[in-house]
């Protein structure tokens, strides 16, 4: 368990969209603009067999999508080693809306995900050296080699 957990401030709140019980994908809202990558909230990517998608907003506005994947067995990048035993949880994406960043909600959406995820091992890749940074503040560890140049870093919130 992350010992920096802190629950969901009462004005921040979540709604799930899973493939399984989101008949159409219209019923996604629109992305606003201000995300960091927003040609990774395509509808194509926003929804699939295997993962939920994550929206908060504060107050009613959305400030930060996050792709989640619940129960995962096995994880098809070969590359990562080691990679945890048993189920995991894998935070696919995460993106704070720019102007909300800094600002400690990250760290509240990550909590919150840790509760949802039954405190099971999660695992995010970092996209780049803000995403490592942010890993890093929140406590999560290193769970790749650091030197390997040709992968994402990988981290996750427990040691295996």
Same mark, same amino acid.
């Given at each position: 368990?992350?010992?920096?957990? #802190?629950?969901?401030?009462?004005?921040?709140?979540?709604?799930?969209?899973?493939?399984?019980? &989101? @008949?159409?994908?219209?019923?996604?809202?629109?992305?606003?603009?201000?995300?960091?990558?927003?040609?990774?909230? &395509?509808?194509?990517?926003? !929804?699939? @067999?295997?993962?939920? !998608?994550?929206?908060?907003?504060?107050?009613? %506005?959305?400030?930060?999508? %996050?792709?989640? %994947?619940?129960?995962?067995?096995?994880?098809?990048?070969? +590359?990562?080693?080691?990679?945890?035993?048993? +189920?995991?949880?894998?935070?696919?994406?995460?993106? #704070?809306?720019?102007?909300?960043?800094?600002?400690?909600?990250?760290?509240? #959406?990550?909590?919150?995900?840790?509760? !949802?995820?039954? $405190? +099971?091992?999660?695992?995010?890749?970092?996209? *780049?050296? *803000?995403?490592?940074?942010?890993?890093?503040?929140?406590?999560? $560890?290193?769970?790749?080699?650091? $030197?390997?140049?040709?992968?994402?870093?990988?981290?996750?919130?427990? #040691?295996?």
């Amino acid at each position: 368990m992350n010992d920096k957990f #802190i629950n969901l401030p009462s004005e921040l709140t979540r709604h799930r969209y899973s493939f399984q019980t &989101t @008949e159409h994908r219209s019923s996604i809202p629109p992305r606003p603009k201000g995300y960091a990558f927003p040609d990774h909230w &395509t509808p194509s990517q926003q !929804l699939r @067999e295997d993962r939920d !998608l994550l929206i908060y907003r504060l107050d009613g %506005v959305e400030i930060a999508r %996050v792709t989640l %994947v619940y129960d995962r067995t096995s994880w098809g990048l070969g +590359n990562y080693s080691p990679v945890p035993k048993g +189920n995991f949880s894998e935070i696919s994406f995460i993106d #704070i809306r720019e102007k909300y960043r800094g600002l400690g909600y990250g760290r509240a #959406i990550v909590s919150d995900i840790e509760e !949802l995820t039954y $405190h +099971n091992i999660i695992i995010a890749l970092a996209e *780049d050296e *803000d995403a490592e940074a942010f890993w890093e503040a929140i406590g999560w $560890h290193l769970a790749c080699d650091p $030197h390997d140049i040709h992968l994402r870093k990988l981290y996750s919130n427990h #040691i295996y």
